[in-house]
């Protein structure tokens, strides 16, 4: 006997949500697991570990930084690992494309159902669900307390809209929409509650603190960052617009806001007062949100540095405008159910194409973090972990599997004085993100520091710049208390030249000691009277603001497209100190527009003795070509216009074997 088609076809109606539910729910599960990395960097394991050993250190349940309602939730995952902590996150998405599509139901939003769909796979969202990182559960908290708005169940609304804030600080621009939402309803009585979550964790932090208004006396970011100071546009997240939406999403969601403004318009009294409450709890938090953390970066304020990760949370109030945006199509355009069946079926994969155009999924580990791994394998193959390790970036601790509050074991350095107390023998990892960054702790004052002899250099197969300008590196070095280490750079220089040997020699661009002239160089600059070998050498005259240039295209390097190394060294003669002389050895790859991978190196901060030689090593990791015309520079870039000497000059192309 056949099935029933009406039977079969209201129990597909009715559980459709339900089936999609649970096949998103399925596929982000087996994405998070595959997942090595995590979108976000660091941050995921800042949050991991307050998470993780807060059972064991009670004060870190209300950890500002970590976000108390946050930790409190999730702590019970962290516990069982970083995998699990990442499923927290899946399951709160989960939800929240549920409560969503609830939302989507009240206001009467056809088909209700894609609502799930465009909220999961909105790209920034997807991508930022198998992470350790607070907006997930920001964006929960946040439809949650809607939808109880639109149930009316007005006290739970004001209750769970509480507790925002203790998710992600920012929380607090969106109490005040929720507060004039009930007073529009007149639900007077609901208004009280919106000070639970304020008063409830004042209470418990208070024990810890020893301060019932810790939470205002301890924010998570001051309000001017001592590190985080470089702000930007003012219309920057604009601009990231669709690294945050997705082209088909973003169309859609400027669809969904249009229709709020066609629709009251269009309608009755009731039909507008309805409109309203939407565009009030759906739109303007999402448009506070945004223009909140437009102008905190603008004016860098809060510690904001423009990541546009931190939209993620406002993301699910996007897609059910967005859904807005596919029935005004549906109810402008197609009309007919057939048509917009059709056309429900095609956006579904043009917007999971969209997003996996933008963000890869599973997540790979980011370049960085296989940096920081690979020297905490060698750090343990080495059998370095038997006394306390220190660091800079919290991954270090992570791959090592430590327990980072306990400083017996391992601790983080702030800031360069603070390399006096790390004890004889032990080691100190530094890397050039969080090391000159957050811990304050330049590489010249390791380099230079008499007590640390450096013994391990890491580097990524392909040139980093990470935050700062820095050239991503990592660095392992081990104190000495009693000898006095003299030349750390000569070290790193056997190091790299050991780290060549993975490489072949493919391509020499210049090779030359100015004997017998230099091709590309002015011959008359050529002197006869100083030189480090031989008997010539070459002169960067007063006039010359670009000088030593080698220049070659990459077709006549190598025929694979690969990343590359250039090695340059040469020996230098400055008749006064570069400090007023300023000059950097440029080393580029450029297409017909623009250099696309610079590196300069100031000649200054190379600590080079006046009136003698000195010898200079450089190495950059350059990026696959765009293509065989690009160009290959090295040049010496003389804004000082102070005459000095240069001789034994090689620039050389390194290809992996």
């Known amino acids: 006997m056949s099935p029933d088609p009406a039977f079969m076809k209201s129990f597909f109606e009715k559980y459709l949500y339900l089936i999609i539910l649970s096949l998103c729910f399925l596929f982000l599960v087996i994405m998070s697991l595959l ?23 009670p004060h870190l349940f209300m950890n500002s930084w970590g976000r108390p309602l946050y930790t409190i939730l999730s702590s019970p995952f962290a516990c069982l690992g970083f995998a699990w902590m990442k499923l927290f996150n899946v399951l709160l998405g989960v939800l929240t494309a549920f409560f969503s599509y609830q939302i989507a139901k009240k206001l009467d939003i056809r088909p ?8 999961i796979f909105t790209p920034l969202y997807c991508v930022m669900l198998p992470t350790g990182l607070t907006e997930i559960l920001f964006g929960f908290v946040l439809i949650l307390s809607i939808y109880l708005f639109f149930d009316e169940k007005y006290i739970f609304s004001a209750i769970v809209i509480s ?100 629709r009251f318009f269009r309608t009755g009294k009731t039909g507008k007062i309805r409109i309203l409450f939407e565009t009030w709890l759906i739109f303007v938090p999402f448009l506070v949100y945004f223009t909140a953390h437009s102008y905190l970066y603008w ?34 355009i197609l009309r007919i159910n057939r048509l917009k069946s059709v056309f429900h079926m095609v956006l579904i994969p043009i917007v999971l194409y969209a997003g996996f155009q933008l963000y890869t ?15 905490t394998k060698w750090v343990k193959d080495q059998g370095l972990t038997k006394k306390p390790v220190f660091f800079t970036d ?16 391992c601790d983080q350095i702030w800031f360069a004085k603070d390399i006096k107390t790390i004890p004889d023998s032990c080691i100190f990892i530094w890397d050039a993100h969080f090391g000159p960054n957050e811990s304050q ?83 008359g600059k050529i002197l ?86 000195n010898a200079v090593s450089l190495r950059v990791n350059l990026p696959e070509v765009h293509s065989a015309d690009d160009v290959v520079k090295f040049y010496f870039w003389h804004q000082g216009k102070k005459e000095f000497l240069i001789d034994d000059l090689r620039v050389e192309v390194l290809l992996k074997k």
């Not at 919290?394 to 074991?409: C, E, G, R, S, W």
């Not at 991503?472 to 070095?477: K, L, P, S, T």
């Open 299 to 332: 004016k860098t304020l809060g510690g904001s540095i423009g990541l546009v990760r931190v939209m993620a949370g406002v993301l699910p109030l996007a897609a059910i405008l967005a859904s807005r945006g596919v029935q005004l199509i549906d109810e402008g």
């Open 441 to 523: 702790t330049p590489l010249d004052s390791l380099m230079l520091n008499p007590h640390l002899r450096l013994i391990g250099l890491f580097e990524p197969e392909s040139e980093i710049i990470t935050f700062g300008g820095y050239n991503y590196e990592v660095y392992v070095f081990r104190n000495f208390s009693g000898i006095q280490i003299q030349d750390n750079r000569m070290i790193r220089d056997s190091l790299l030249m050991m780290k060549d040997e993975s490489f072949s020699n493919e391509k020499s661009l210049v090779n030359c000691d100015f004997e017998m002239g230099c091709p590309g160089m002015d011959a």
């Open 528 to 613: 006869s009277d100083t030189a480090h070998s031989g008997n010539h050498s070459y002169r960067m005259a007063f006039n010359d603001e670009f000088g030593g240039t080698v220049t070659t295209k990459y077709r006549e390097i190598s025929a694979r497209n690969d990343a590359f190394r250039v090695r340059a060294t040469f020996f230098i003669y400055p008749l006064v100190p570069f400090s007023i002389n300023k000059t950097d050895v440029v080393i580029s790859l450029e297409d017909k527009k623009s250099a696309y991978s610079y590196h300069g190196f100031p000649l200054e901060k190379m600590d080079l003795k006046v009136n003698q030689w």
């Open 361 to 375: 999924l599973p997540v790979k580990l980011g370049p960085e973090e296989s940096v920081v791994k690979n020297t």
């Open 35 to 57: 997942s090595e990395g995590y979108y976000g960097g660091a941050d995921n394991i800042n949050h991991y570990f307050i998470a993780r050993f807060a059972f064991h250190y």
């Open 163 to 262: 507790f925002i804030p203790f998710a992600r600080t920012e929380g607090i621009v969106i109490i005040p929409i929720l507060f004039f939402a009930y007073l529009a309803r007149k639900k007077f009585i609901a208004i009280p509650f919106l000070l639970t979550g304020f008063v409830v964790f004042s209470i418990i932090g208070s024990f810890f603190y020893k301060d019932l208004l810790w939470i205002i006396n301890n924010p998570a970011y001051p309000i001017h960052h001592p590190i985080y100071k470089q702000g930007g546009p003012l219309l920057h997240f604009v601009r990231n617009s669709t690294f945050i939406f997705g082209s088909p999403v973003k169309i859609l969601f400027i669809l969904g806001t249009f229709s709020l403004i066609y």
């Open 394 to 409: 919290l991954n270090v601790p992570f791959f090592l599997d430590m327990d980072v509050y306990n400083t017996a074991k």
């Open 112 to 119: 209700a159902w894609l609502t799930i769909i465009l909220v």
